[in-house]
């Protein structure tokens, strides 16, 4: 029981350190914060459009380094001010640090990447 007390306090005492050096837990990589993202905005997006993130499991951030939307086959650079792209599988803004499960290498001549078919939406 004192051990936990312990553990506690010390717990809080380096999380006051952490606000003393103006961090918080949101913005610190690997901690499950997550920064916000600017390309989340679903406002016009269909039912059926807003699957299709979840279907090809389209996450902000990459977990993988090499494998980013701005370096996939399918990706669209912004066409406007914004960050955010537009890719020809997963509907809606996506961020160029995104990532999704159909991720593929570019092809010289933008020809379908082979095992780039997108997966059976039902
Ligand atoms: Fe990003 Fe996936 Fe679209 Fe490639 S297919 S641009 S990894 S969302």
Known sequence: MASQDLDRRRFLAQLGALATLG???PAIPG???R???PCS???GLSAQDRQTRV???YRSQTLIEAKRCDNCHFWKAASGAGPCGS???VKGPIAPAGYC???AQPVPGGQAPPGGA???TG
Request: aromatic content about 8%; proline content about 8%.
């Open 55 to 57: 279907t090809y499991g």
């Open 23 to 25: 961090l918080s837990a």
């Open 101 to 103: 499960n159909s991720w």
């Open 87 to 89: 890719c020809t599988l």
């Open 35 to 37: 920064t916000a993202d």
């Open 31 to 33: 901690c499950g914060g």
């Open 118 to 120: 997108p997966p059976q």
């Open 41 to 43: 905005d679903l406002t």
